[in-house]
Nanobody, 115 residues
């Protein structure tokens, strides 16, 4: 069983940066794929970034070049560095961990990009 807790969300102006963190209560070894989804009001949840256990990563096209996912298995942490934020990045961001189709979710953290 893995429990995930996100932090780092908040209100930021367009062009600003935020770093989201996700702390896992259990061991998030290299067997888990880890990543971030987001859901904006009235929209479907979308995959923002994912990092496999072997270190490969993939991103939503609209965040490529602006967001960076990283993980520290020794500290059971996953991060999402978000730069050059845009109003359309406003959403609740959810951390997830996936191992062989068993998916664990965090409770979400709100990111609001507004002037």
């Amino acid at each position: 069983q893995v429990q995930l807790v996100e932090s780092g969300g908040g209100l930021v102006q367009p062009g600003g940066s935020l770093r989201l963190s996700c702390a896992a209560s259990g061991s998030i070894s290299s067997l888990y794929d880890m990543g971030w989804y987001r859901q904006a009001p009235g929209k479907q949840r979308e995959l923002v970034a994912i990092m496999t256990g072997s270190g490969g990563s993939n991103y939503l096209d609209s965040v490529k070049g602006r967001f960076t996912i990283s993980r520290d298995n020794a500290k059971n942490m996953v991060y999402l560095q978000m730069n050059s934020l845009k109003p359309e990045d406003t959403a609740v961001y959810y951390c997830f961990a996936n191992r062989r189709g068993i998916v664990y979710w965090g409770q979400g953290t709100q990111v609001t990009v507004s002037s």
